[in-house]
């Protein structure tokens, strides 16, 4: 049986901490504590304590906020979580109809006479280019959309597939999808072809919609290139699913009526296609568990998870985590840097903060483009409040010195937030002290793509699932601890992986039964206070963004040269992980730079520029258990250089690891 680590029993105090130095503790100021919406710990005890005794109250007052065209007839939560008594399932609101599009739009518009608030300040990668949106307006590009993918026959359950660029038509297309029903699947557009291929195959996508180009910096990369690239692959695996692309001008290469789609003429142009577009449309009336979009995230077997998310618990989940973690106020001017093609996005940059009617940034560019103050400029532009952003910007913008944030207004400023990676000491001090000026709180927020929302969060309110987080010693009582969350589900859980439930519940909820398995360690110190120290699975996270170890295996072992290839991740200045990769080369193959830069470009190529490996070194032979599986663990030391390497009795041939040791510094 799992063993529990030791039980919270109290929380010391209601402050923040520095990692790592436990004994510096900083309190949030006293007017942000007054005004916030849980100003002090006992409040938050109280909520907290709600959402567990209670928690069909809990969130039935939380669905109260939002329009319900038919009220539910079962409760509020339905599941079972314990794969020892069947099969997995989490179900929110059952019966309740009801419409995501319309309860971040129209119910602003209509009942709340928010029409002329600014939904978002777009800016451009260029600071010439910038527009603001209001909800009104918002509302009516939606509709507008929505007709043109209703006319394209798209239908309620459809995939449409999304690859685009961080500009206000993806902001349009997702909450048009909302509001017709189909299942939006948004693609990260810095992906390659073959992985925006795979991610259209297995939803089976009938409409993808995508951009002819986009300027990151001063790089041009070429979308409308890639998505072509992508269909035809797709058509040379099976018949392609995707029957109509639609087109985004946002860029200057505009090729019309030029290149097409999967050598069918099925393109068409977004500015045409609104141009006569009725701005009315009226919304699907939606099962509160319809899907309300598939994202993909890494999986450790290589092939993408397709994670799916459900109506009306996603809605209820990052509203609320959305209004309480960063303390939401009507008069904020909120940023998230992340891009919509992760979970970030879609939590935190459209549906969580339009849920609450907020106002936000929504940044198309780069920190350091055109000048490395850009971040710190567009947060005097528009006067932003709350500031969410990923370690790896802080660690990047921290090489520049304070010089180039004393030149802009960062007076406003009164939340920092960080998620998808852990932060060190040095970052999270730099950001405190230089960007929060020594004055706002920083909330480090761990969650994940399955959660869909924030989970644990460092900061002056301490989310509503804090204490039920519990930590469990693995089987075999090695050292590394599984963070794991007990009991009972939370209305944003991912429902399943799509067109796969034997998967979600092996990957989740078979290690534990009774618990949902995150994948990563954990430890906690003496005050309570979690500390994520990582995965602990075959997964990598490199600038925040989470990869496994065998796809990038797998792409290097498409190189004619290499005959296996080992992957593990080592600490990196900016990157906090970057990638070691190990190769072994067939017989009559030479290691030389040449081959090291071909290798590079395939992984580049075949996944994402994200995925560029830093380091490939050559490997005469793999560490290797005596059943021929890969140590990774001995791997991951000779990559970081640690020279004490434990028990290697279960090595088939130690000598291997001497070799590989001698041959480090060759890594290139
Ligand atoms: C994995 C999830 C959360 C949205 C973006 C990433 C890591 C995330 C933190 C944090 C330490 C973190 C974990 C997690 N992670 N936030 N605050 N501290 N680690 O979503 O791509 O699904 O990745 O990111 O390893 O499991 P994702």
């Known amino acids: 049986m799992p063993e529990e680590?030791?039980?919270i029993t109290k929380w010391d105090s209601f402050t923040m901490v520095v990692p790592e130095s436990k004994d510096k503790l900083f309190h949030p100021p006293d007017d942000l504590q007054r005004d916030a919406h849980v100003p002090d710990f006992n409040s938050y005890l109280e909520i907290y304590r709600k959402s567990l005794e209670d928690p069909e109250a809990f969130w039935k007052e939380v669905a109260d906020e939002f329009y319900w065209k038919k009220p539910a007839t079962g409760p509020m939560l339905q599941y079972n979580f314990d794969i020892t008594k069947g099969n997995i399932y989490i179900k929110c609101m059952e019966g309740a109809k009801t419409n995501m599009c319309y309860n971040?739009?129209?119910?602003?518009?209509?009942?709340?006479?928010?029409?002329?608030k600014v939904a978002f300040h777009w800016e451009g990668n260029s600071p010439e280019h910038h527009l603001t949106i209001t909800y009104q307006q918002l509302l009516s590009r939606v509709c507008r959309c929505a007709n043109v993918l209703k006319k394209m026959g798209v239908k309620k359950g459809d995939r449409v597939s999304i690859y685009l660029p961080m500009i206000p038509e993806l902001i349009y297309t997702m909450l048009a999808c909302a509001r017709i029903g189909a299942v939006h699947s948004i693609v990260f557009a810095g992906f390659s072809s073959e992985s925006l291929c795979e991610r259209i195959m297995d939803a089976q996508s009938s409409v993808l919609v995508t951009a002819?180009?986009?300027y990151r910096g001063e790089k041009l990369i070429n979308l409308k290139q890639i998505s072509d690239d992508a269909l035809e692959k797709c058509g040379e695996k099976a018949p392609c699913s995707v029957t109509k692309c639609l087109v985004v001008n946002h860029h200057a290469v505009r090729t019309k009526g030029g290149t097409s789609c999967n050598k069918l003429q099925v393109n068409m142009w977004w500015d045409e296609a609104m141009a006569d577009s009725p701005e009315e449309c009226e919304p699907e009336w939606l099962d509160a568990e319809d899907p309300l979009f598939i994202l993909y995230t890494s999986g450790s077997t290589g092939k993408p998870k397709g994670v799916l998310h459900t109506t009306a618990g996603y809605l209820l989940y990052t509203s609320l985590t959305f209004k309480y973690v960063f303390d939401h106020h009507h008069d904020d001017v909120y940023w998230c840097t992340a891009d919509v093609g992760w979970i970030t996005g879609h939590s935190y940059i459209t549906y969580g903060p339009l849920a609450n009617g907020a106002t936000s940034v929504l940044f198309e560019g780069v920190p350091v483009y055109p000048h490395i103050g850009r971040f710190w400029e567009i947060i005097e532009k528009y006067r932003v409040t709350k500031f969410y952003t990923a370690p790896t910007a802080i660690r990047m913008l921290m090489k520049y010195g304070q010089e180039p944030l004393q030149k802009f207004d960062l007076s406003t400023l009164r939340i920092l937030g960080t998620v998808g990676e852990p932060i060190n000491p040095e970052a999270w001090q730099w950001y405190h002290e230089v960007v929060g000026q020594g004055r706002c709180p920083v909330v480090d927020t761990f969650w994940q793509t399955e959660t869909v929302g924030k989970m644990i969060n460092k900061m002056l309110l301490i989310s509503e699932s804090d204490n039920s987080v519990r930590i469990l010693l693995n089987l075999h009582s090695s050292p590394c601890f599984y963070?794991?969350?007990?009991?009972?589900?939370?209305?944003?859980?991912?429902?399943?992986?799509?067109?796969?439930?034997?998967?979600?519940?092996?990957?989740?909820?078979?290690?534990f039964p009774?618990?949902?398995?995150?994948?990563?360690g954990c430890r906690r110190d003496k005050d309570g206070y979690y500390w994520i120290t990582g995965r602990i699975d075959d997964m990598l996270n490199v600038s925040g963004h989470l990869m496994s170890t065998a796809e990038v295996e797998a792409a290097l072992a498409q190189h004619p040269a290499v005959s296996e290839a080992a992957v593990v991740s080592r600490p990196h200045k900016v990157k906090g992980e970057c990638l070691h990769c190990f190769v072994t080369l067939k017989d009559t193959k030479e290691f030389n730079q040449k081959l090291v830069e071909e290798l590079k470009k395939q992984v580049r190529d075949r996944i994402g520029p994200i995925a560029t490996p830093d380091f490939i070194q050559n490997a005469p032979a793999l560490p290797k258990t005596r059943s021929g599986k890969i140590m990774r663990r001995v791997l991951r030391q000779i990559a970081r250089n640690e020279t004490d390497l434990g028990d290697l009795s279960t090595l088939a041939d130690p000598k291997v690891v001497e070799v590989l040791f001698s041959q480090r510094s060759e890594a290139a």
């Not at 971040?104 to 002329?116: F, M, P, S, Y």
């Open 5 to 7: 680590t030791r039980p």
């Open 104 to 116: 971040v739009l129209d119910r602003h518009v209509k009942d709340r006479n928010l029409g002329e």
């Open 212 to 214: 002819d180009g986009v």
């Open 483 to 511: 963070l794991c969350r007990e009991d009972m589900p939370w209305p944003g859980i991912m429902r399943t992986v799509y067109k796969s439930q034997e998967r979600f519940e092996s990957t989740y909820f078979r290690k």
């Open 514 to 520: 009774g618990f949902y398995v995150t994948g990563d």
